[in-house]
Each structure stands twice: as structure tokens, then as C-alpha cells.
């Protein structure tokens, strides 16, 4: 088997538009959520969310582009580009056949359904423009990156709502390690802020209505952001004979599904996710540090996600620290586990641990070192990042500092 | 007669408790009719759509919610303030 080490990252989120920015939004602790500045905003009852702010198409797409890219793919291909531009990488001849992109998504094309519906439906037009389904499709993300870098290896999209970008970055990971890639772009996108997208949400009744307050006891739900990130995996001995800067290694990765309730999660089926990404690390729940948690701020997916860490780590999970990130950025949902891996990179490669924000009550329930609202400094060699799904579809990666 | 705001709640919640109206006790809890909390939204999204109002409700807290939803009977006055509420 071989060794799989990240040598590049981009994104574009809530909290910035690049991996830089991002840190620094997490380093401060600062919260990327605010008012929704969408169409017919009047008509939702959940007005919050975490926007990707002050981004024009029209600096980033030209004409052409943009008529093929949905806004789910613009972010992913600003994502890819400061990834691969950081990794170095050129693909061409052999490298280009063994390389390929793996992408998480829930909604893929959903603004441009979204769109797409309200002009035949509301406005009563008979026409759409020509390129409605190749650019709504959830693999035109995936396509347009292997299209763009010249990717001619494996290539594909997952999609397991929440937990997409995690079950797309384990499938990369293992790619490689096996040896049927050389290297992957992987990650994963999401825009769902949009009006369909955000009504569909409201009618759970899971979303809060001022704020993500993952592990708080006074937390009243969940709040959507939208954004990407995407990384480079590379077989490490290709990494090293180049010479290239390597951000940590991913060492684990474990898929399990809990085969019981289509949204409330389970405790059970958390915890094998995380034992078997240990298992297949080959390590010990007492070398992890620190936990990227799934951490959606809901009252069923906080508890239970803490109830499965006390059970797999034992008296070890009173020393781990475990944060949500969610709490700044808002749930990404296809793309959140994505945007989520930048923390765990910022914490095996700087040593800084992005704090869970907003945070104001102890919840008996969640009584775990959740790193409450301010980040901390640490040494951290290995690290998980937790993502569980609606249907009941977990997948957890482990990363090592290198 | 027109149907009571009583009886047309009953029928909701009879409907997601698989059971006849008639087999439903005002003093029976969601538990009791082994309704769970997707039955719930369901049943709390009905509502809304059979009086034309909206209901407070959000499942992270449902004991904060003015919504009360301890009994079929407490479902049914909570109803029917909001429907006097809302239609005023």
C-alpha cells in the first residue's frame, strides 16, 4: 500500500476565498453567517445563513463559462485552482492518465434548477436555455475540473447528502494508497442558498433561526452555508521525488451506515465509523488530538456525536479536543466535510485548533472539550474528521502530521 | 354541521397514528400513539395547511415552543388560539 500525503488546498467559503483568509477566519474565531441576500427572501422563515460574500461572477467566469457553470461549479473550480496551483502539479502525458477528481455534492445544480423551475413554472416561459441539464447535473463539477487540469484518470461524483465530500475523499484516499491513481483532486461543493433550497429545509424544522451553537445547550438548530474545498492526495514517494510541500498525510478512512432511521442518526453507527478509520489508520483512540466534529448545532446530532466520541475513546475523550467549525461557516451540506478537513489541516500543519463559536451553556449532554469560542494552540500528530449523513451514511478520514 | 376544530385535528393525528379518529383520546400523549418526530413535523405541516396557519415549532426545542404538544388535547387548544390568533 502506498502512502498518501495532501500537497494542496483551495476554497472559497463563507469565511474567505482562499485557504489563507480561511485560516485566519478561524484562527479569530470570527462567524461567516449573517442575513440571506437571495431572492425572495421575504417569503422564508429561516433568513440566516453562511453566503459566500462579495464574489462576482463576472471577475472570476467569462461569458461562455458561466453559462456552464452553475454556481455549485464556480466555487469548486476556484477551489481546484488554488489547490492545484499550490501542488505544483502539471498534468500531462502519464501523470494526466493516472490522475483523476473526486467531488462530494448533495444538490449539485440546484440554483440552476431552482431557476430554471420558477421561469417555466412562475413566469410561464416555454423555453430554457440549452444547457440546463449539463450544468445542473451533480457530476458537472467533477467534469469541468477534469476538463480544465487535463485529469484522464478515474473520475466521478458522490453523493451522500451530509457526508458527500467525506465519502468522495475517502474514495480519492484509497485510489491512491491502492495504486489505481497518482494523484486525485478531491473535496467536495455545495450551493443550496437559494429559495427552493432553503424552503425545502425550513419544512424539517431543524434550522435555527439566529445562529449555530453546535454542543451549547441553548443551541436551537442548524444554519446553511454554501462554498468548496478541494484538495490535491498524492502518492507520497511522487510527492517527495518532486520535491513538492506536503500540508499533513491521510493515514484512515471508514464508511459504515446505520441502517435504521432516513434523519435521525445513530450512536452506534458513529462510533464504527470512527473506530474503523482508526483500525485502518493503525492507530490507537489515544493518539487522536483532536476531532473535527459533524457538529450540526441540532439537538439529535450533538448529543448522539458525542455520546458515539465517549464510547469509542473511553477515558480518553475527557483529553480530546473536539470542535465544530459549523458554528462559523454553517453547514455546506455535499461540501461541508470539505471546508471542515481545512481545520484538521490547520491543526496537524500550524498547530492552531479552530474554536466551535457561539457557544454559551454547557450541555450535560455534550460534556466533551469542544474548544468553546476561541482558538487554541497545540501539537497535534493525529486527527479525525467526522461527517454523518441523513439516511444514515457515515464517513470519517484520519490525517497525520508530517 | 361544520366539522370542529377538534375533530379536524383528531383527524390529522389519526392519520399519521395509522388509527380511526374514534380510537383517539384527547388525554393520549404523541408517545401513547407512538408518534415519533417525523410523524410530528408531518402532522404539525398538516395542521398548517388544514387551518391555513402557521405553527411556532422547531424540533431542536419543542419544550420551548408555545406550540404544546403533551396531549391530543393540548394539540387541539393550541390550534385553536392560533386559529383565533391568525384569523383575526
Same mark, same amino acid.
Given at each position: 500500500m502506498r502512502r498518501v500525503v495532501i500537497t494542496g488546498a483551495g476554497t472559497i467559503n463563507p469565511l @474567505?476565498?482562499?485557504?489563507? &483568509?480561511?485560516?485566519?477566519?478561524?484562527?479569530?474565531? $470570527?462567524? /461567516? %453567517?449573517?442575513?440571506?441576500?437571495?431572492?425572495?427572501?421575504?417569503?422564508? &422563515?429561516?433568513?440566516? @445563513?453562511?453566503?459566500?460574500?462579495?464574489?462576482a461572477p463576472d471577475d472570476r467566469f467569462n461569458r461562455q463559462q458561466q453559462a456552464l457553470y452553475d454556481r455549485f461549479t464556480q466555487f469548486t473550480m476556484i477551489a481546484a485552482k488554488e489547490a492545484i496551483e499550490q501542488s505544483g502539479l502539471e498534468f500531462a502525458g502519464a501523470l494526466a492518465a493516472e490522475a483523476g477528481v473526486v467531488l462530494g455534492t448533495s444538490g449539485g445544480g440546484l440554483t440552476t434548477q431552482d431557476e430554471n423551475y420558477r421561469a417555466v413554472y412562475e413566469e410561464g416561459k416555454?423555453?430554457? !436555455?440549452?444547457?440546463?441539464?449539463?450544468?445542473?447535473?451533480?457530476?458537472?463539477? #467533477? &467534469? !469541468?475540473?477534469?476538463?480544465?487540469?487535463?485529469?484522464?484518470?478515474?473520475?466521478?461524483? +458522490?453523493?451522500?447528502?451530509?457526508?458527500?465530500?467525506?465519502?468522495?475523499?475517502?474514495? =480519492?484516499?484509497?485510489?491512491? $494508497?491502492?495504486?489505481? #491513481? $497518482?494523484?486525485?483532486?478531491t473535496g467536495g &461543493?455545495?450551493?443550496?442558498?437559494?429559495?427552493? /433550497?432553503?424552503?425545502a429545509w425550513e419544512g424539517l424544522r431543524v434550522m435555527s433561526r439566529d445562529a449555530c451553537r453546535p454542543f451549547s445547550a441553548n443551541r436551537n438548530g442548524m444554519v446553511q452555508g454554501e462554498g468548496a474545498g478541494v484538495f490535491v492526495f498524492e502518492d507520497y514517494e511522487h510527492a517527495k521525488a518532486r520535491g513538492a510541500d506536503i500540508l499533513c498525510e491521510v493515514v484512515g478512512f471508514s464508511m459504515t451506515s446505520d441502517a435504521a432511521d432516513i434523519v435521525m442518526?445513530?450512536?452506534? /453507527?458513529?462510533? $464504527? #465509523?470512527m473506530s474503523g478509520a482508526l483500525r485502518d489508520a493503525g492507530i490507537n483512540a489515544s493518539d487522536v488530538a483532536y476531532i473535527n466534529a459533524h457538529g450540526t448545532g441540532t439537538a439529535a446530532n450533538d448529543k448522539t456525536e458525542c455520546a458515539a466520541v465517549a464510547n469509542v475513546f473511553g477515558t480518553h475523550a475527557d483529553s480530546v479536543m473536539i470542535s465544530s467549525t459549523k458554528s462559523m461557516h454553517g453547514h455546506l451540506i455535499g461540501g461541508t466535510g470539505a471546508v471542515?478537513?481545512? =481545520? +484538521?489541516?490547520?491543526?496537524?500543519?500550524?498547530? +492552531?485548533?479552530?474554536?466551535? %463559536?457561539?457557544?454559551?451553556?454547557?450541555?450535560?449532554?455534550? #460534556?466533551?472539550d469542544v474548544v468553546p469560542n476561541e482558538a487554541r494552540d497545540a501539537d497535534v500528530t493525529y486527527a479525525l474528521s467526522n461527517a454523518f449523513a441523513f439516511g444514515g451514511l457515515n464517513a470519517v478520514l484520519a490525517l497525520k502530521k508530517v | 354541521m361544520a366539522e370542529s376544530v377538534r375533530d379536524r385535528v383528531v383527524r390529522i393525528v389519526a392519520e399519521q397514528?395509522?388509527?380511526?379518529?374514534?380510537?383517539?383520546?384527547?388525554?393520549?400523549?404523541?408517545e401513547d400513539l407512538s408518534l415519533d418526530s417525523m410523524a410530528l413535523v408531518e402532522a404539525i405541516f398538516a395542521i398548517e395547511e388544514e387551518f391555513d396557519i402557521s405553527v411556532p415549532f422547531n424540533a431542536n426545542e419543542p419544550d420551548k415552543s408555545a406550540f404544546d404538544i403533551s396531549s391530543v388535547a393540548s394539540i387541539v387548544a393550541a390550534v385553536e388560539a392560533l386559529v383565533a390568533e391568525q384569523s383575526s
Open positions: @474567505g476565498h482562499s485557504v489563507a &483568509s480561511t485560516f485566519e477566519a478561524m484562527r479569530e474565531g $470570527r462567524c /461567516g %453567517i449573517g442575513p440571506l441576500d437571495i431572492r425572495d427572501v421575504e417569503r422564508l &422563515s429561516i433568513k440566516i @445563513g453562511g453566503q459566500v460574500k462579495n464574489y416555454n423555453r430554457v !436555455h440549452p444547457f440546463i441539464v449539463p450544468k445542473l447535473m451533480n457530476n458537472a463539477a #467533477a &467534469s !469541468h475540473v477534469s476538463m480544465t487540469w487535463n485529469l484522464k484518470g478515474p473520475s466521478f461524483t +458522490v453523493a451522500t447528502a451530509c457526508a458527500s465530500s467525506n465519502h468522495a475523499m475517502g474514495q =480519492a484516499f484509497w485510489l491512491v $494508497r491502492n495504486g489505481a #491513481a $497518482r494523484a486525485m483532486i &461543493s455545495e450551493s443550496m442558498l437559494c429559495f427552493g /433550497g432553503v424552503k442518526p445513530s450512536q452506534q /453507527g458513529a462510533a $464504527r #465509523a471542515e478537513l481545512l =481545520a +484538521v489541516v490547520m491543526a496537524l500543519k500550524d498547530g +492552531v485548533i479552530a474554536p466551535t %463559536i457561539g457557544y454559551q451553556e454547557p450541555d450535560p449532554e455534550c #460534556a466533551l | 397514528a395509522l388509527l380511526e379518529p374514534s380510537d383517539i383520546a384527547m388525554d393520549q400523549t404523541l
